[in-house]
Nanobody, 117 residues
Framework: VQLVESGGGLVQAGGSLRLSCAAS????????MGWYRQAPGKQRELVAR???????DYADSVKGRFTISRDNAKNTVYLQMDSLKPEDTAIYYC????????????WGQGTQVTVSS
């Protein structure tokens, strides 16, 4: 499975970015898709995730500002990030739970998001 992330970059506080993560490979099914982030000196943390039925879960710090969505036909997950704050600065990692020959978790390579004040 390959996860290709895009959409990171540098933005001013209050701005927006949209991350995308496309999964490819001999995927039979994808269950949960999500985004995690890791800031310098901190542990990786969940940002948002979405189940195959559309159930969503957000970190308290991003509720009301970030929106996760998925396109099952394209095996792609998106993260719309609005009202960005400097504390959102981190490397953002895509994460999926997929079935090829068994259920496994896969990670993207990460994309840098930097929010300037």
């Amino acid at each position: 499975v390959q996860l290709v992330e895009s959409g990171g970059g540098l933005v001013q506080a209050g701005g927006s970015l949209r991350l995308s993560c496309a999964a490819s490979g001999s995927i039979f099914s994808i269950n949960t898709m999500g985004w995690y982030r890791q800031a310098p000196g901190k542990q990786r943390e969940l940002v948002a995730r979405i189940g195959d039925g559309g159930y969503t879960d957000y970190a308290d710090s991003v509720k009301g500002r970030f929106t996760i969505s998925r396109d099952n036909a394209k095996n792609t997950v998106y993260l719309q990030m609005d009202s960005l704050k400097p504390e959102d600065t981190a490397i953002y990692y895509c994460n999926i739970r997929a079935y090829l020959t068994d259920w496994r978790t896969y990670w993207g390579q990460g994309t840098q998001v930097t929010v300037s004040s």
